[in-house]
């Protein structure tokens, strides 16, 4: 596609509720990052794939996180049993390999109620 | 562990001006850096990419440095618009000999244009 699209652009969940994000890099892309901003806060890394294997996640905040690209060109983010401080914009960005240009989606604002 | 800090953290001018946005990184061993536009609600938006190895890099109004020994990027904008009003983020890619790393952001600068 023309660029990083991520679904579902808004998503609110019950607290304990499970949820899944869905990130489509643009098309060839080897690389795939998933980022968790915030309100007012810069993003912060989660996680990265090269092709279909993740190669670092570090940054995933709790064991309740899990993301997976199966094929090497889709990813999703899951969330289990959601919590208040999962609120938060999740942004997906993916580029031709690891150290070049990053191109970022729109986000998914996911909102814990 | 890698540090951004950007200043102002906010700043609003007539349109018209040239103004200087400040970032700075603790750790220099770093592979790029990267400028972002970011509008309320929206993604980021790639303005500008620095190799390690660059001093500058130019996209029409547009203009960034890099001073990696001394841990420091400025972005100026020249003839400022509305328009250019937005949270503008810097981030940096550590150097990790051939693998990949996230970005580390700062938590940017929220910039107003007056018109």
């Known amino acids: 596609g023309a660029g990083v699209s991520q679904s579902p652009r808004y998503k609110v969940a019950k607290r304990g509720q499970d949820v899944a994000l869905r990130c489509d890099p643009i098309?060839?892309?080897?690389?795939l990052f998933w980022y968790q901003q915030a309100l007012g806060q810069g993003p912060e890394f989660l996680t990265y794939?090269?092709?279909?294997?993740?190669?670092?996640k570090s940054g995933l905040p709790s064991d309740r996180f899990f993301a997976e690209r199966p094929e090497g060109s889709v990813s999703t983010l899951k969330i289990q049993r959601t919590q208040q401080e999962d609120s938060a914009v999740y942004l997906c960005?993916?580029?031709?390999?690891?150290?070049?240009?990053?191109?970022f989606g729109q986000g998914t604002r996911l909102t814990v109620v | 562990k890698q540090e951004v800090t950007q200043i102002p953290a906010a700043l609003s001018v007539p349109e018209g001006e040239n103004l200087v946005l400040n970032c700075s990184f603790t750790?220099?061993?770093?592979?790029?850096l990267q400028w972002f536009r970011q509008d309320p609600g929206k993604g980021l938006t790639s303005l500008l990419l620095?190799?390690?190895?660059?001093r500058e890099q130019t996209s029409g109004r547009l203009n960034a440095s890099l001073d990696k020994s001394s841990g420091r990027s400025t972005l100026y904008i020249a003839a400022s618009q509305p328009g250019d009003s937005a949270t503008y983020l810097c981030?940096?890619?550590?150097?990790?000999?051939?693998?990949?790393?996230?970005?580390?952001f700062g938590k940017g600068t929220h910039l107003i244009i007056q018109p």
């Open positions: 981030a940096v890619k550590k150097y990790s000999g051939g693998g990949a790393d996230g970005l580390t």
């Open positions: 794939f090269q092709n279909e294997a993740q190669l670092d």
């Open positions: 620095i190799q390690s190895s660059q």
């Open positions: 098309s060839g892309h080897v690389s």
């Open positions: 960005a993916s580029s031709s390999v690891g150290d070049t240009e990053a191109f």
């Open positions: 750790d220099s061993a770093i592979y790029n």
